[in-house]
């Protein structure tokens, strides 16, 4: 998801479509572990892990994932982060990366204020890559859904044979800009009308080299 992974992980494309990602996903069932969950955005026990059914993507769902400013929020509620270590466990002859990911959420932004979300991805002993960052900016009242995109030739995949932790680092951030938070409250939440959201993370599976 690599020695190279700091510098190429996430050479990110706005031209690359779904359907030219390397798919061919293993017809036996993947099972994801969370290893680790820590943050300000992802208190114990509201962020869970499933997979699709074909193989091809999982989600993360967040719960109490908001980051504001202005009236009733903390000096440090403008910024909620979370960093989740997954462990993928893959049918043998097989290998993962993330192909893209998808982000979404509501927000609410002040005329004035703007909020950020951003993201990368990283194996277990590489460097964090840089952050693929968006903005929204106010007055916005509304949904929101963000995509990173790797180009093909920049998925790194984990090392066939090895089982790495794929280390997901999100965050978002809500800034009064020239709003008055003395008066008003901006917010940027990664949350839905049932109180969860979904983040989609696409995998590109490849087939490993045999060993016979």
């Known amino acids: 998801m690599l020695t190279t992974m700091a510098a190429a992980l996430l050479a990110l494309s706005s031209t690359i479509t779904p359907h030219s990602w390397p798919q061919n996903p293993p017809p036996d069932k993947i099972i994801i572990d969370v290893a680790t969950v820590n943050g300000?955005?992802?208190?114990p026990d509201t962020a869970a892990v499933s997979v699709s059914a074909d193989n091809t993507a999982f989600t993360v769902t967040y719960s109490q994932y908001t980051a504001q400013v202005g009236v009733g929020a903390q000096p440090t509620d403008f910024r909620k982060n979370c960093q989740i270590g997954l462990r993928v466990h893959v049918p043998q002859g097989f290998t993962y990366?993330?192909?893209?990911?998808?982000?979404?959420?509501?927000?609410?932004?002040?005329?004035?204020?703007?909020?950020?979300?951003?993201?990368?991805?990283?194996?277990q002993g590489n460097s964090p890559t840089a952050y693929e960052t968006h903005r929204l900016d106010g007055f916005y009242d509304n949904d929101w859904q963000f995509s990173d995109q790797t180009d093909i030739d920049a998925i790194i995949y984990e090392p066939c044979g090895q089982e790495r932790n794929l280390n997901i680092n999100t965050e978002l951030r809500a800034y009064a800009g020239s709003s008055d938070p003395a008066k008003t409250t901006s917010f940027l939440t990664m949350d839905s009308t049932d109180g969860s959201v979904q983040t989609v993370y696409h995998f590109a599976w490849k087939q490993c080299p045999s060993t016979r």
């Open 40 to 43: 300000t955005g992802c208190p």
């Open 97 to 123: 990366g993330i192909a893209s990911a998808d982000y979404r959420g509501f927000g609410h932004l002040e005329k004035g204020a703007y909020g950020v979300e951003r993201a990368n991805y990283y194996f």
